[in-house]
């Protein structure tokens, strides 16, 4: 195990900065008192430590992170505990002082810096936009402290890249420039709030290598709030796990990791290192449900989004689609589907060419292969019950009486764990994980042999993720049903597929048996995506950037090559 | 006090009370009227007394009479113009929204149209040539008021029809008329309530300018519009009598105003609260 390097800049004054304790978050308006968001939460931050919060969603996280600068969203309210920062109290002073020191003193690092930034303005006017304001620094400052920054970040060309717009850029590049905004007035404290959880994997390996760099160059303290205690692992000396508000551990990082005390923790931990299985294969020779031969399309008056593109499913079969976004995995979903026609190439369904558009199929084409999206909340309509939702395949494909609908609603919903009592809910009404299987049950209930599996963990919290992989799989096992499985995450890939189609821009650079794709000699690309997963160690990112440093790939690189 | 759980606030129960009060009156006029809103009663312009609480008119009818009959004409027309302006704009927006494409570019185009023309000028064309009869009146403002509906239910439509919800719908082979009414309508039922509101108040003050205008409700029946122009030369002789009908508009109008914007307050904050 080696010590992890300490920055030689780091600052030797550890007294502690913010001090919370007993703090209290609740709902409250116009209908009264709501849920406590906060219960009962304390900790101690001192200069130069990184205290990592952990929490599925509805944990609290974001909400102590802002109740940390005095800020609560709207309707939210601190109602017990003390806040000292430094040894100012903010629950004490007035709502201005507290506005002066948030960004100064205590900055803000958002989850999607696409919407933060305002893409009307330059990167440098809105880096240095608020440490003017504030009359902190003067203009020529602000932008010396910005260009250094951007070097630090390690973002392209630091002494130009103030000029572009926010459109101009890429996502990883812009969430390391909101960090350089957050850093020009040296603040005493960053709070991160999921900063990389809406990248790519290798992109999120940059950014947090940026991230890490900074803050011990700077000795700042800072708050880093994920859901992903992999990411957290690199980064934070101590953690704190959250579950409903409430802290349920709270540690050093590899205590942890390691010896997790509290079952919570241990499962969260578990589900993790765990699930480094490959799914049985299962034998060939069985003709294709789903032939995909030599597939482009593109969008209209676009580059073409996929080129050549080649699959198979077999009945049985966990076929996973993987890559970052731009890869155009979701768009080989909607060519299959004909929701975007095809230019070149045949998809054929059970040996029978499909129509390229969705409107020449036949009602019994669109029965076989049926969908399940990334978002639960949107891919169901929140005005209809779960009677309408799931029984309207049946009744649609089926033409079955009104009382064999509900009949087999409630089957479906059995089949789901889900409670019959549900059946005349509003999906409005359930939760995430439950929308899930919802959504489940609607494509099972047109009885399909394919079912195109959208990213339908990555909107979930980790062990509600789990869940749902558990049951598609007991599924699979019971009808038979195959799932071309479109992810980003190889995680869920080594545990549920069979086979994987690696893709890089529109093109697939690796295919096969799982076991074999994700075994050496394996194509650079998928190298790459392998040892961009985080995995559960401390000491994990220190490794792959070594290793990096020696001459890895990166996707700019795989993309330069022929 | 609350409605449905939900906190009314002062204006919203002022808002309230002022449009239950016009509705029972336009529902219970012939019960509640002391006298007939045609047949003259006395001399022209008596002044108040005893019987006829706002004095008479140009021709010698009780003015209170006309007055809560004319809730009735001009309440009852504007919701008959307003529901089939809905009908046909939230219809026609919708379909345009689902259809996309060169149906979507037809119609939205064709409504540009009718949207560039006046509409109190059209109406006047419309109206001089086939006369001011109630159905061609109706027919004629509901079609100039569906653009604006039509304009509205697309954008909601359009913003729906992106949700992953309607492409299920599409896989699973749905026709556009449950894409429509199934899918789409329901989800935009809070925005287009608060529109019917505001439609409302547009539709009965046009109904006032067509009136005033000589243009709308046609004598002897009684509408709050043709009786602020019946009247308009008595403030001159110092007579309140054309300040009921027009108090009657103004009161009205701000009533369903303060009660739109109770509902849109409703709508943005209760998004996915309730149900």
Known sequence: MSVRPEGASRSRDNSVILNVQGMRVVVRTDTGEGPVLVDDVSLQLRR???????????????TIGLASMGYTRRDCHI?????????????????????????????????????????????????????????????????????????????????????????????????????????????????FDEPTTALDVTTQVECLASFRKLIREHGTAALYITHDL?????????????????????????????????????????????????????AAGEAPILAIHHVSASYPGKPRVIDDVSLEVRKHDTVAVVGESGS?????????????????????????????????????????????????????NPQHTLLETIGRPVSFYFNRSHDEVR???????????????????????????????????????????????????????????????????????????????????????????????????????????????????????????????????????????????????????????? | MRILGYKVSVTAQIGIAVVIMNVVVALFAPLMAPFDQATPVGDAWADPSADHWLGLDNVGRDILSRLIYGARMSIGLSLVITALSFLIGAIAGFAAAVAGGWMDQAMSRFVDLLLSMPTLIFAFVILSVLGSALPVLIITIAILDSTKVFRLARSVAINIVSLEFVEAARLRGEGWWWIVTREVLPNAIPPLTAEFGLRFCFTFLFIAALSFLGLGVQ?????????????????????????????????????????????????????????
């Open chain 2, 219 to 275: 004598p002897p029946d009684a509408d709050w519009g043709s009786m602020v122009k019946d009247y308009r030369d008595m403030i001159n002789f110092g007579s309140a009598a054309p300040l009921y009908p027009a108090a009657a508009i103004a009161i009205l109008t701000i009533g369903v105003n303060f009660v739109v914007d109770w509902m849109l307050s409703i709508h943005s904050r209760g998004q996915g609260e309730g149900a």
């Open chain 1, 79 to 191: 109602v017990g505990g003390s806040i000292v920062f430094g040894d100012t109290d903010l629950r004490s002073i007035s709502a201005d002082q507290r506005r002066a020191l948030r960004g100064p003193k205590i900055a803000y690092i958002a989850q999607s810096a696409a919407a933060s930034f305002n893409p009307a303005h330059t990167l440098m006017e809105q880096v240095c936009e608020a440490s003017e304001r504030h009359g902190v620094l003067t203009s020529a400052e602000a932008r010396a402290a910005a260009v250094q920054l951007f070097r630090e970040l390690d973002l392209p060309s630091p002494e130009t890249i103030g000029s572009r717009y926010p459109h101009q850029v890429s996502g990883g590049q812009l969430q390391r420039v909101m960090a350089a905004m957050a850093m020009v007035a040296k603040p005493d404290i960053l709070i």
């Open chain 1, 328 to 380: 155009g995995k979701s768009t080989l979903a909607r060519v299959v589907t004909g929701l975007l026609p095809r230019e070149a190439g045949d998809v054929r369904f059970d040996g029978v060419s499909l129509p390229p558009r969705l409107k020449d199929r036949v009602k019994d084409q669109l029965r076989r292969v049926q969908m399940i999206y990334q978002m639960p909340d949107v891919a169901l």
């Open chain 1, 407 to 562: 009949a087999r609603v409630i089957e479906l919903l059995r089949q789901m764990d889900l409670p019959e009592t549900f059946i005349t809910r509003k999906t409005s009404e359930l939760s995430g994980g439950q929308k899930q299987r919802v959504s489940i049950a609607r494509a099972l209930a047109a009885e399909p042999e394919l079912i195109i599996c959208d990213e339908v963990t990555s909107a979930l919290d980790q062990l509600v993720g789990e869940e749902i992989l558990r049951l598609l799989k007991r599924l699979q096992d019971e009808l038979g049903v195959a799932y071309l499985f479109i992810t980003h995450d190889l995680g869920t890939v080594k545990r549920i597929a069979n086979k994987v189609v690696v893709m890089l821009k529109g093109k697939v650079v690796a295919s096969g048996d799982t076991a074999s794709v994700f075994a050496p000699h394996f194509h650079p690309y998928t190298e790459l995506l392998l040892s961009s997963v985080p995995e559960m160690r401390p000491d994990w990112l220190d490794e792959v950037l070594a290793r990096r440093a020696t001459g890895g790939a990166t996707t700019a690189a795989l993309l330069r090559a022929p």
């Open chain 1, 230 to 282: 992999a990411v957290v692992a690199q980064i934070a000396d101590r953690i704190m796990v959250l579950k409903r508000g409430k802290m349920v551990e709270f540690g050093d990082s590899r205590q942890i990791l390691q010896q997790p005390q509290e079952e919570y923790t241990r499962r969260l931990v578990s589900e993790r290192v765990a699930g480094h299985s490959f799914a049985p294969g299962i």
């Open chain 1, 48 to 62: 130069g430590e990184v205290i990592g919060l952990i929490g599925e969603s509805g944990a609290g996280k974001s």
